[in-house]
């Protein structure tokens, strides 16, 4: 069975531009979750979406959104991008949305912000 | 919040050599899951782990709840074991994961 999966793998933008990144869960699960990582931390939550509803928010601006689609993929939006945007961000599938739901996670896209 | 500190930051092995990592936590977990880093990025998991303990080839896991630890032995480490290693715990209601602050292991040959 396929994993999570994620796309693009790299990205570079330049400030001020918009960012879309894509996440598709393992088959079966409902549940997507986004992190942000930057370089020498451990990822840190943005939003979590459960049946196409979010059910948690980090703290992240405004800029920071995302939805869930029918089929359960998802998409993180981030507009008016900013230098310490730069990071990886990762894309995390469950099968629910409880605290005792294992995570696991795509292999993430790489965002540079010049 | 939950506080998740993991011991010890950096850790240098040859290969071979057995290794130690603990995750405290600062409150109870109804989940506890620790991961390998590669260096593409990628998170790999290495178990699911609320309370006990589990094997998996020369890796093992114990989580005490009552005392919020877990521990994540390594044996007869290889290169391909280099990486950060996290544990990660719920941070709420929903599944939103509270990652520790790593450990950083290289395995020199």
């Known amino acids: 069975d396929a994993g999570v999966t994620q796309s693009p793998t790299h990205l570079i933008k330049t400030r001020g531009q918009h960012v879309t990144l894509r996440c598709s869960p393992i088959?079966?699960?409902?549940?997507v979750s986004w992190y942000q990582q930057v370089l020498g931390q451990g990822p840190q939550f943005i939003f979590q979406?459960?049946?196409?509803?979010?059910?948690g928010r980090g703290n992240f601006p405004d800029r920071f959104s995302a939805r869930q689609f029918p089929n359960y993929s998802s998409e993180l939006n981030v507009n008016a991008l900013l230098l310490g945007d730069s990071a990886l961000y990762l894309c995390?599938?469950?099968?629910?949305?409880?605290?005792?739901?294992?995570?696991?996670f795509g292999p993430g896209t790489r965002l540079t912000v010049l | 919040g939950i506080q998740v500190e993991q011991s010890p930051p950096d850790l240098i092995l040859q290969e071979g050599a057995n290794s130690t990592l603990r995750c405290n936590f600062s409150d109870s977990v109804n989940n506890l899951q620790w991961f390998h880093q590669n260096p593409w990025g990628q998170l790999i998991n290495l178990f699911y782990i609320p309370s006990g303990t589990k094997q998996n080839g020369r890796l093992s896991a114990t989580t005490v709840a009552t005392e919020r630890y877990s521990l994540l032995y390594i044996s007869s480490s290889q290169t391909t074991d280099s990486g950060v290693y996290f544990c990660?715990?719920?941070?709420?209601?929903?599944?939103?994961?509270?990652f520790g602050t790593g450990t950083l292991l290289a395995v020199q040959p």
């Open positions: 088959s079966g699960h409902k549940s």
């Open positions: 995390a599938s469950s099968f629910f949305a409880g605290d005792s739901n294992e995570q696991f």
């Open positions: 990660a715990v719920p941070g709420g209601a929903t599944n939103k994961l509270i």
């Open positions: 979406y459960y049946e196409k509803e979010e059910r």
